[in-house]
């Protein structure tokens, strides 16, 4: 088990490497998450905290993810066991398989239904219907117990389908096909929205900051979303880090994978908010922004026809080398420290964390619906049913597992070996390292820890608001 390093599989090129990371950073977290969340609270003030917190928190615990992944050559729980033996710390990696594989479950639900209304578009099914007839076929689809599972079960297919090819020939080989075509369908949307008579009011929504409208809350959601958004905290990143080759600078790596994640969440609430603003509807809809607020858009805009399909299909494809990223995490484990073969680790995840998805998917319904769980939230214990308490609970674990990461960088692990990791392809020693150290063992960690408490309603408790 231990002398397979020499014919693992890897990246094999610079692109390849940038296609895969930022094709599992860039997904339903830019595209449908972040839109909506600027949104509710309050648009560019948002986003100004939302950048702070990727500089500041986000990109150290990448570039920590990817040198643990690459440094021990394993997934991520056998990254923890070969760096730091016996000890509990691979008790962290633990956490994020568990936490990949409850992702993997609503977000193929969540994919499933971008795909639904790629086929929706296609058919013309929104033409004509008013505002509330729209809202139905939503709220229509999400609570039918067969239509969304069916979905699922496809969008997941090829998930499987691209991991099953291994890491050269599978996930590299399609994301870089797929990146691309992502980068221009968005471009094309964004043209559209900004020349849209009156989408004026939308542009400054996002680059004009309001700060009244800033809450300690937003900036607590902001931290969450730059964990959820740069697939950190469940060791994606340390199991893609650990395919990365050993001349790849890794900081230079970490800035364009963050780089190309913001952009695109830019440019969708560009390719959006215009939209939304020009047909004067409310941008704060929330989680149904994408679903229920832009088939309305669409519908009033010339060529709506047209763009739906684009849009529905960009959320696809983002979707698909995201949910890849996740179920990596699955089969290296099963591959490397239960010694399955590719295509049965393959398998078995996959199917699996369909089976578990499917469930999930009926608490939406009437079937499961009846089933309502307690989550401690920011402002109170609150009961749901399964679907949203699984979204709840990996917007909890993702911090958690941050939190772990960072401190097992900053004093669970040798300080030279992390630096070595670091430096070893660079020519010397790389500036960021000054500010890197005290972020990631003091800033990083109380920082997540903050956000964690207030998220399971801890301030809420002690009686301390943040409005
Ligand atoms: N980052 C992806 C998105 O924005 C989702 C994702 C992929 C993810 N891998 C992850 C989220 C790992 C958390 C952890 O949609």
Same mark, same amino acid.
């Given at each position: 088990?231990?002398?397979?390093?020499?014919?693992?599989?890897?990246?094999?090129?610079?692109?390849?490497?940038?296609?895969?990371?930022?094709?599992?950073?860039?997904?339903?977290?830019?595209?449908?998450?972040?839109?909506?969340?600027?949104?509710?609270?309050?648009?560019?003030?948002?986003?100004?905290?939302?950048?702070?917190?990727?500089?500041?928190?986000?990109?150290?615990?990448?570039?920590?993810?990817?040198?643990?992944?690459?440094?021990?050559?394993?997934?991520?729980?056998?990254?923890?066991?070969?760096?730091?033996?016996?000890?509990?710390?691979?008790?962290?990696?633990?956490?994020?398989?568990?936490?990949?594989?409850?992702?993997?479950?609503?977000?193929?639900? $969540?994919?499933?239904?971008?795909?639904?209304?790629?086929?929706?578009?296609?058919?013309?099914?929104?033409?004509?219907?008013?505002?509330?007839?729209?809202?139905?076929?939503?709220?229509?689809?999400?609570?039918?117990?067969?239509?969304?599972?069916?979905?699922?079960?496809?969008?997941?297919?090829?998930?499987?389908?691209?991991?099953?090819?291994?890491?050269?020939?599978?996930?590299?080989?399609?994301?870089?096909?797929?990146?691309?075509?992502?980068?221009?369908?968005?471009?094309?949307?964004?043209?559209?929205?900004?020349?849209? !008579?009156?989408?004026?009011?939308?542009?400054?929504?996002?680059?004009? !900051?309001?700060?009244?409208?800033?809450?300690?809350?937003?900036?607590?959601?902001?931290?969450?979303?730059?964990?959820?958004?740069?697939?950190?905290?469940?060791?994606?990143?340390?199991?893609?880090?650990?395919?990365?080759?050993?001349?790849?600078?890794?900081?230079?790596?970490?800035?364009?994978?963050?780089?190309?994640?913001?952009?695109?969440?830019?440019? =969708?609430?560009?390719?959006?908010?215009?939209?939304?603003?020009?047909?004067?509807?409310? !941008?704060?809809?929330? !989680?149904?922004?994408?679903?229920?607020?832009?088939?309305?858009?669409?519908?009033?805009?010339?060529?709506?026809?047209?763009?739906?399909?684009?849009?529905?299909?960009?959320?696809?494809?983002?979707?698909?080398?995201?949910? $890849?990223?996740?179920?990596?995490?699955?089969?290296?484990?099963?591959?490397?420290?239960?010694?399955?073969?590719?295509?049965?680790?393959?398998?078995?995840? =996959?199917?699996?964390?369909?089976?578990?998805? =499917?469930?999930?998917?009926?608490?939406?319904?009437?079937?499961?619906?009846?089933?309502?769980?307690?989550?401690?939230?920011?402002?109170?214990?609150?009961?749901?049913?399964?679907?949203?308490?699984?979204?709840?609970?990996?917007?909890?674990?993702?911090?958690?597992?941050?939190?772990?990461? =960072?401190?097992?960088?900053?004093?669970?692990?040798?300080?030279?070996?992390?630096?070595?990791?670091?430096?070893?392809?660079?020519?010397?020693?790389?500036?960021?390292?000054?500010?890197?150290?005290?972020?990631?063992?003091?800033?990083?960690?109380?920082?997540?820890?903050?956000?964690?408490?207030?998220?399971?309603?801890?301030?809420?408790?002690?009686?301390?608001?943040?409005?």
């Amino acid at each position: 088990m231990e002398n397979n390093t020499t014919q693992r599989d890897a990246f094999s090129s610079r692109l390849g490497i940038i296609a895969a990371a930022a094709g599992s950073a860039i997904g339903l977290g830019n595209i449908w998450k972040f839109p909506y969340i600027t949104g509710q609270y309050g648009g560019a003030a948002f986003i100004i905290i939302y950048l702070i917190c990727i500089a500041l928190i986000g990109m150290p615990v990448m570039l920590s993810e990817f040198a643990l992944g690459r440094r021990a050559q394993k997934n991520a729980i056998g990254t923890f066991k070969k760096l730091a033996p016996n000890t509990p710390w691979f008790l962290t990696g633990w956490l994020g398989l568990v936490a990949a594989f409850v992702i993997l479950a609503f977000y193929g639900v $969540v994919a499933g239904w971008t795909m639904a209304y790629v086929w929706k578009s296609i058919l013309n099914q929104f033409a004509g219907m008013d505002a509330e007839t729209i809202t139905n076929t939503f709220v229509g689809m999400i609570t039918n117990p067969v239509q969304p599972i069916i979905w699922q079960v496809l969008f997941m297919a090829l998930t499987a389908g691209i991991v099953l090819g291994g890491i050269k020939d599978g996930i590299e080989k399609y994301t870089k096909i797929l990146m691309p075509l992502l980068l221009v369908i968005i471009l094309i949307l964004d043209i559209r929205a900004i020349t849209l !008579p009156g989408g004026g009011a939308g542009v400054s929504f996002l680059l004009a !900051p309001d700060f009244s409208k800033l809450s300690a809350l937003a900036v607590m959601q902001a931290l969450g979303h730059a964990f959820f958004t740069l697939s950190l905290g469940m060791g994606t990143m340390i199991t893609y880090g650990s395919y990365i080759s050993q001349h790849e600078n890794l900081g230079t790596t970490t800035m364009q994978v963050t780089i190309a994640d913001t952009v695109i969440a830019l440019m =969708a609430g560009l390719a959006i908010f215009p939209a939304v603003f020009a047909f004067g509807i409310e !941008p704060s809809a929330g !989680p149904s922004l994408v679903f229920i607020t832009l088939p309305n858009v669409f519908n009033q805009m010339a060529g709506g026809y047209f763009f739906s399909i684009l849009f529905f299909f960009l959320l696809a494809v983002a979707a698909l080398t995201s949910s $890849v990223s996740i179920l990596e995490v699955v089969v290296a484990y099963f591959d490397e420290e239960l010694n399955m073969d590719r295509v049965k680790a393959t398998i078995i995840a =996959a199917t699996s964390i369909t089976i578990f998805g =499917a469930i999930l998917s009926l608490g939406n319904t009437d079937i499961l619906g009846s089933i309502q769980l307690p989550f401690p939230v920011s402002d109170g214990i609150h009961d749901m049913n399964i679907f949203d308490w699984a979204v709840e609970f990996t917007d909890r674990l993702l911090p958690v597992g941050g939190f772990f990461i =960072a401190l097992f960088v900053g004093w669970g692990m040798n300080k030279e070996d992390f630096e070595d990791e670091v430096h070893h392809a660079d020519h010397g020693k790389a500036a960021y390292m000054t500010f890197f150290w005290p972020i990631i063992r003091y800033l990083a960690p109380i920082a997540i820890l903050i956000v964690f408490l207030n998220s399971v309603g801890v301030f809420n408790a002690l009686g301390i608001k943040l409005g």
